[in-house]
């Protein structure tokens, strides 16, 4: 074991850091930085769009808590199938028009901390309704 894994052995648990929470921005219009990435899931290459909150531009519901500067947030696209191919397409085009890139890695290499506007609504899961993920609806490049 290392030091550091040997020392939080006697720490005590308010010493600890807290689960980080998995939480959508609220559904609406918000000013954040975008950056494009892979990750692998059970065994598959995804492409993520990673979001920095910056500021509220306008809430869909004046009743929900408005994010704070720093949150994250991100959605992923799936690209063994048309839904996550097209969301992708969507979402990447704004950047390929703005930077004047043509590749999807060109775009996942060029497109890092890029201040933009999202236009976002909240997704459910179709077997665990709790569990609730960042639609990516419009993107502006600004």
């Known amino acids: 074991m290392t030091d550091s894994v040997l020392d939080l052995l006697d720490a005590k ?3 600890l850091a807290d689960l980080p929470e998995f939480k959508p921005f609220a559904a609406g219009v918000h ?3 975008a950056t494009f990435g892979t990750k692998e899931i059970n065994s598959s290459t995804v492409v993520t769009l990673d979001f920095v909150y910056m500021e509220c531009i306008e809430l ?5 808590a408005e994010p704070k500067a720093g949150d994250t947030a991100n959605t992923m696209f799936m690209l063994d199938n048309e839904f996550g191919q097209g969301n992708l397409k969507k979402c990447a085009l ?3 028009a ?20 999202i236009i976002s609504s909240i997704r459910k899961d179709k077997t665990d309704p709790d569990k609730k993920y960042l639609q990516v609806k419009e993107i502006d490049v600004v």
């Open 94 to 96: 704004p950047f390929c």
């Open 98 to 117: 703005a930077l004047e890139l043509t590749t999807i890695r060109e775009v996942i290499e060029g497109v890092k901390d890029v201040e933009c506007i």
């Open 13 to 15: 648990l308010d010493d």
């Open 31 to 33: 000013k954040v930085l």
């Open 60 to 64: 869909a519901d004046a009743n929900e």
